[in-house]
């Protein structure tokens, strides 16, 4: 009797621990599964933010060091006194915001600087839209061009797409007419023109009338004569060479001289040359 009680007993006894080592195996493999859930969760938290960031800092490029910043529209701004305080380029690159303190007021009695303005950037960057911001006096233009057409073919002031809307006349034949002008008259212009034709690559010779004589404009060669820009075209970007003033009376032509800042006759001009 006694050892079947002894038996009995002992039998009790080693169910009782195989079960307590089963439930701590079990509370173990569940802590360790719990752990292992904990870090792939905070892997992939630490991994998103991250991901987020680079994306937004490889979309954009600024450009603060201005003076040692180079590209055609510098010398636009430069001789429509238009000072330029930092360049953003945004969608690959592709589109740039120039933030700029701007040298008159955006109304009626400045409209032909404005037309000249928009346009002059739009043949330096090569029709590709742009937008200038003068933060100081809250002006935000956003510009669109046409690649196809080569003009500027709308512009949104502080987000109104009308104030402009009737901005940019349709000047083609006088135009034609002007760079026809040019070409016959200086020879410099023809040959040049005439090497760039045999080009098989993407870069071309290109003319264009940037600048309509303004009235409102103190200087004379400002406002009586046009604006003519002789220069390379390459697919993102146009390189200037020539910068011609045609007087919209007598037809004088006069040379430009970008870096200078100054006007020359083209005997003065080709007298330079022979110089350098």
């Known amino acids: 009797m006694k050892k079947t009680l002894m038996a009995l007993v002992l039998s009790i006894t080693i169910a009782t621990f195989v079960g307590c080592n089963n439930s701590s195996n079990v509370k173990n493999s569940s802590n360790q599964s719990t752990v292992t859930q904990s870090n792939e969760t905070n892997s992939t938290q630490d991994k998103t933010p991250t991901s987020q960031q680079n994306t937004s800092s490889e979309d954009k490029v600024v450009i603060t060091n201005i003076d040692a910043w180079s590209h055609p529209t510098k010398d636009v701004f430069k001789s429509f006194n238009v000072v330029v305080s930092k360049v953003e380029l945004t969608n690959n690159k592709t589109y740039p915001i120039f933030y700029v303190t701007l040298s008159n007021n955006v109304d009626s009695k400045h409209k032909v600087f404005y037309e000249n303005l928009f346009k002059s950037i739009a043949v330096a960057n090569g029709f590709w839209d742009y937008r200038l911001v003068d933060e100081k006096e809250s002006i935000d233009l956003q510009i669109q061009c046409d690649k196809k057409t080569k003009t500027v073919s ?14 940019e006349v349709d000047n083609t034949a006088v135009e034609n007419d002007l760079i026809s002008y040019l070409q016959n008259t200086v020879p410099e212009v023809k040959s040049f023109v005439e090497a760039y034709s045999k080009n098989t690559n993407d870069v071309k010779a290109i003319i ?4 309509q004589p303004d009235p409102s404009s103190k200087n004379v060669y400002l406002r009586d004569y046009y604006g003519i820009y002789v220069g390379e075209s390459h697919p993102d970007h146009n390189v200037n060479i020539y910068r011609f003033a045609i007087n919209k009376d007598t037809k004088n032509i006069m040379f430009y001289d970008v870096v200078n800042d100054k006007y020359m006759t083209l005997d003065e001009w080709r007298a330079s040359r022979n110089k350098n």
Request: proline content about 0%; overall charge neutral; hydrophobic content about 20%.
């Open 208 to 211: 264009y009338v940037d600048r």
């Open 154 to 167: 709308s512009v949104t002031y502080n987000n109104d797409k009308s104030y402009f809307s009737n901005l």
